[in-house]
């Protein structure tokens, strides 16, 4: 019987996010590929979701102990307050491979009772250098602080990942970065729905930037593109996203060429990638994934990125990638001007699914499984 735990970080529906989305579907992936999946989840606010029982056999959940003392811990705060005895108590019930999404919740790789198990880590970031990259965006001296301290304290913990049988990364990057230090990596595309639309594409002379703008990396994104790109045109810019902050609010506010969308459906994003004449993806952290990257690929028609955003992924070539002002600005003007063909997005997405199709996922993680229990029992016999 094919059997899995996998350990979530958070409540993986709805899935709204970039992590979840990957923990969610991963899950589905493995379900419908005959797999009795063990979801066990941290929950913090998000509470107990009926839904995650159609993509997991059993699911549970743990309190995520938010503490203010566990800033002093001398674990990161991220898996210090994921620690959790009735996890271990439940993970030894079934002796089945354990799935640990993140670093986030790693405390108990180390943990003797656990040593016999294959134990496999999904990566979505190299931790310590996104929370670098965190406090060099951040304007509050005292998150600032935090995360440098939790920085140090992540890059101390990941020393752990060598007791995992294999390290699932999301990037090639990543995967360099792991496999030199633990040997261990193994570069697993992240699980995406890839919904397709039916809808008819009327291709419209905007701009469209979209992400979830509660996130700084995000928010810093679209004031640099208003700053430096929307002055320089005339075209419309659209900016759609969940939960900007008053500040962001308000400075697309001072654009009169502006329009924003806030926390747009699932229905009228796509509509907005969908028609949209380009797709400006910018990013100054070249962390990970970004699942709103394969969505536009999978949606919309031409994509406008920056290095930044498409590094490591293997997805370059299908995007147009400029690393100045001006090359980005020049470039909006020629890609409005000659819209992709239907054949052209549909050669696209043939690609893309070959890369991120779930069942190809659900595949890979089976094989992965099979080479690891084929190695111990040769290392037993």
């Given at each position: 019987m094919?059997?899995?735990?996998?350990?979530?970080?958070?409540?993986?529906?709805?899935y709204?996010?970039?992590?979840v989305i990957?923990?969610?579907?991963?899950?589905?992936a493995?379900?419908?590929?005959?797999?009795?999946v063990?979801?066990h989840?941290f929950?913090?606010?998000?509470?107990?979701?009926k839904?995650?029982l159609?993509?997991a056999?059993?699911v549970?959940?743990?309190?995520?102990?938010?503490?203010?003392?566990?800033v002093?811990?001398?674990?990161?705060?991220?898996?210090?307050?994921?620690?959790?005895?009735?996890l271990?108590?439940?993970?030894?019930?079934?002796?089945?491979?354990?799935?640990?999404?993140?670093?986030?919740?790693?405390?108990?790789?180390?943990?003797?009772?656990?040593?016999?198990?294959?134990?496999?880590?999904?990566?979505?970031?190299?931790?310590y250098?996104?929370?670098?990259?965190?406090?060099e965006?951040e304007?509050?001296?005292?998150?600032?602080?935090?995360?440098?301290l939790?920085a140090?304290?992540?890059k101390?913990q990941?020393?752990?990942?060598?007791?995992?049988?294999k390290n699932f990364?999301?990037?090639h990057?990543?995967?360099?970065?792991?496999?030199k230090?633990?040997?261990?990596?193994?570069?697993?595309?992240?699980?995406?729905?890839?919904?397709?639309?039916?809808?008819?594409?009327v291709?419209?002379p905007?701009?469209l930037?979209?992400?979830?703008?509660?996130?700084?990396e995000?928010?810093?994104?679209?004031?640099?593109?208003?700053?430096?790109?929307?002055?320089?045109?005339?075209?419309p810019f659209?900016?759609?996203?969940?939960?900007?902050s008053k500040?962001?609010i308000?400075?697309?506010?001072?654009?009169?060429?502006?329009?924003?969308?806030?926390?747009?459906s699932?229905?009228a994003?796509n509509?907005l990638i969908?028609?949209?004449?380009?797709?400006?993806l910018?990013?100054?952290?070249?962390?990970?994934?970004?699942?709103?990257?394969?969505n536009?690929?999978?949606n919309?028609?031409?994509?406008?990125a920056?290095?930044?955003?498409v590094?490591g992924?293997?997805l370059?070539?299908l995007?147009t990638?400029?690393?100045?002002?001006a090359?980005?600005?020049?470039s909006?003007?020629?890609?409005?001007?000659?819209?992709?063909?239907?054949?052209?997005?549909?050669q696209?997405?043939?690609?893309?699914?070959?890369?991120?199709g779930l069942e190809?996922h659900?595949?890979?993680i089976?094989?992965?499984?099979?080479?690891i229990?084929?190695?111990?029992?040769?290392?037993?016999?």
């Amino acid at each position: 019987m094919k059997r899995i735990h996998i350990i979530s970080f958070d409540v993986p529906f709805p899935y709204d996010y970039g992590g979840v989305i990957d923990v969610y579907h991963r899950c589905k992936a493995l379900k419908n590929s005959g797999y009795t999946v063990f979801l066990h989840c941290f929950e913090y606010g998000r509470g107990e979701r009926k839904e995650l029982l159609e993509v997991a056999d059993k699911v549970y959940y743990y309190p995520r102990k938010n503490s203010i003392l566990s800033v002093f811990s001398f674990q990161p705060f991220i898996v210090e307050t994921r620690k959790s005895h009735a996890l271990l108590k439940n993970l030894l019930q079934e002796d089945a491979p354990i799935l640990f999404e993140g670093q986030h919740t790693t405390a108990l790789l180390s943990n003797p009772k656990l040593k016999s198990r294959i134990k496999i880590i999904r990566s979505h970031n190299v931790e310590y250098d996104y929370y670098k990259q965190l406090r060099e965006v951040e304007t509050n001296w005292f998150k600032r602080l935090f995360f440098k301290l939790e920085a140090i304290k992540l890059k101390k913990q990941e020393s752990t990942f060598i007791l995992a049988d294999k390290n699932f990364t999301v990037s090639h990057n990543d995967q360099e970065y792991f496999q030199k230090k633990y040997g261990n990596a193994y570069f697993l595309p992240v699980a995406n729905p890839l919904s397709w639309s039916k809808e008819k594409r009327v291709t419209q002379p905007y701009i469209l930037m979209h992400g979830n703008l509660s996130v700084k990396e995000n928010e810093h994104a679209v004031l640099w593109a208003l700053k430096h790109l929307n002055t320089q045109l005339e075209i419309p810019f659209i900016i759609a996203g969940k939960n900007p902050s008053k500040t962001l609010i308000n400075r697309i506010a001072e654009y009169t060429n502006t329009t924003l969308h806030n926390t747009p459906s699932n229905e009228a994003l796509n509509a907005l990638i969908r028609n949209a004449g380009v797709n400006l993806l910018i990013t100054f952290q070249a962390t990970g994934i970004k699942h709103k990257l394969i969505n536009a690929l999978c949606n919309g028609g031409h994509i406008l990125a920056n290095p930044e955003m498409v590094e490591g992924t293997g997805l370059a070539h299908l995007c147009t990638v400029k690393d100045t002002k001006a090359a980005l600005i020049e470039s909006i003007s020629t890609l409005l001007a000659c819209p992709l063909t239907e054949n052209q997005i549909q050669q696209r997405s043939k690609e893309i699914e070959n890369i991120y199709g779930l069942e190809q996922h659900a595949h890979q993680i089976h094989q992965i499984i099979t080479e690891i229990k084929q190695s111990q029992t040769t290392s037993v016999g």
